[in-house]
């Protein structure tokens, strides 16, 4: 069942999932989104969070760990999905954060996810609308070469480290406003430093940056989406079979 | 093999393996302990340290993600293994951090691993020599309630977050030393506030911390390191199995 909710924020597409990434969705969504069909999803960086997603009535749960890209808590995939998992008690979780590989997704099914969520690696797809330059130093970037900082929307979202940091560090620096004051502060600077980068400008290139997670050390080649996501189960079939033989 | 180091720091056991925690061993100990048949392990936390352990000689590899306790980098266990895994070339590779139970144990294999390497659930094995006051408070805590402070050792190492870190974080308080001269200050501090804390003095128990990874949030009861051992390796052919169903 796929429903147009064109009354809401402009959507014109019919849709089948609405996730929230930050805070709990207000009740009227919920209760909306269940009388149309429409799944309610959730990240949690947290188990507190998990708790109060459940009660406010989301069908499934997004477990997402400290190497994910973007806004992302502190503590690792590898222990924060198996906790997510239990707190659900059989409603379906999806793992995210360092996975972007067949190897990857099967350990996110080992550690009891019954799916993953996946959002750097598309960030290597031919698909995606990022600026060559942007997409140029993920492909360069290795898995210590991202950050969670403030700097960007005034809560810790993990990103590429560029200048852009190493100004934002210096001792005589301002803090960061709090969100959504910083992102007011710095959208338009963004918008000039993604141009001039793109333009090939050698200072707006230093400062040049986007929200990735630690897989951007993996990620060697812009490839379209298909093949990755076909390669990504494929090898995952692959890595499930190989542990079998090891019993 | 096991050969007796007895000439070196005190050694009076015979030793299987020598593991570098902190830097690359001395040539002359990875020539010594190749003549004797004793192998020798390193933990890295990057890529490039993994590089750098390799030239210096070392037999096995040990991928210590962000999430373990101690000394740890910023990279998570899910992204690291496959890299060091990679970098290995076929040398042994064990898994560590985020790695209490058997379907964490299955993920680190899923990634790549040969095995794993755990610490954190030691500390709630009955033949762990942790004072008793520590040891409530790991039982008593979450996954959100460890992190990376230089305030025991000088260097980044993940621990329980108690009222030490709350003082060492004040806007007039002091920065850490740099190691070795951090724990030369506190040493003796910790060994009076450990004291107090296992003789139930309040302010002691608020201060109380000890090295721990980010699991200490699965950590409910102490057991026997056997029973441990033996649940972990069973749940872990459980969860192999339930994957290979899952084909």
Same mark, same amino acid.
């Given at each position: 069942m796929r429903t147009a909710f064109t009354d809401l924020a402009g959507v014109e597409h019919p849709i089948t999932l609405i996730a929230n990434a930050l805070g709990t969705p207000p009740p009227g969504l919920v209760? !909306? +989104? &269940?009388?149309?069909?429409? $799944?309610?999803? +959730? @990240?949690?960086? *947290?188990? &507190?969070? +998990?708790? !109060? *997603? @459940? +009660? $406010?009535?989301?069908? @499934? @749960?997004? $477990?997402q760990g400290t190497e994910a890209g973007g806004h992302t808590g502190t503590i690792a995939t590898m222990v924060l999905t198996p906790e997510i998992v239990q707190l659900a008690e059989g409603r379906p979780v999806l793992a995210a954060g360092g996975i972007a590989s067949g190897r990857q997704m099967a350990a996110a099914l080992a550690l009891g996810a019954d799916g993953v969520w996946c959002g750097s690696v598309w960030l290597s797809s031919a698909e995606d609308v990022a600026n060559t330059a942007t997409k140029d130093k993920f492909l360069a970037a290795t898995s210590s070469d991202t950050l969670r900082s403030p700097t960007r929307t005034g809560k810790p979202a993990r990103q590429l480290r560029s200048a852009w940091h190493d100004e934002w560090e210096r001792p005589n620096s301002p803090p960061p406003l709090p969100m959504p004051l910083q992102p007011l502060l710095v959208s338009e600077a963004w918008q000039r430093i993604d141009a001039a980068a793109e333009a090939g400008h050698e200072g707006a290139l230093r400062l040049e940056s986007f929200f990735i997670g630690q897989v951007v050390g993996s990620l060697r080649a812009v490839r379209p989406a298909a093949e990755i996501t076909r390669q990504i189960i494929a090898d995952c079939e692959q890595r499930i079979a190989e542990l079998g033989g090891m019993l």
């Amino acid at each position: 069942m796929r429903t147009a909710f064109t009354d809401l924020a402009g959507v014109e597409h019919p849709i089948t999932l609405i996730a929230n990434a930050l805070g709990t969705p207000p009740p009227g969504l919920v209760t !909306r +989104a &269940k009388q149309e069909g429409v $799944a309610v999803a +959730a @990240l949690v960086g *947290q188990p &507190k969070h +998990a708790v !109060r *997603q @459940l +009660a $406010a009535g989301v069908d @499934l @749960l997004i $477990a997402q760990g400290t190497e994910a890209g973007g806004h992302t808590g502190t503590i690792a995939t590898m222990v924060l999905t198996p906790e997510i998992v239990q707190l659900a008690e059989g409603r379906p979780v999806l793992a995210a954060g360092g996975i972007a590989s067949g190897r990857q997704m099967a350990a996110a099914l080992a550690l009891g996810a019954d799916g993953v969520w996946c959002g750097s690696v598309w960030l290597s797809s031919a698909e995606d609308v990022a600026n060559t330059a942007t997409k140029d130093k993920f492909l360069a970037a290795t898995s210590s070469d991202t950050l969670r900082s403030p700097t960007r929307t005034g809560k810790p979202a993990r990103q590429l480290r560029s200048a852009w940091h190493d100004e934002w560090e210096r001792p005589n620096s301002p803090p960061p406003l709090p969100m959504p004051l910083q992102p007011l502060l710095v959208s338009e600077a963004w918008q000039r430093i993604d141009a001039a980068a793109e333009a090939g400008h050698e200072g707006a290139l230093r400062l040049e940056s986007f929200f990735i997670g630690q897989v951007v050390g993996s990620l060697r080649a812009v490839r379209p989406a298909a093949e990755i996501t076909r390669q990504i189960i494929a090898d995952c079939e692959q890595r499930i079979a190989e542990l079998g033989g090891m019993l």
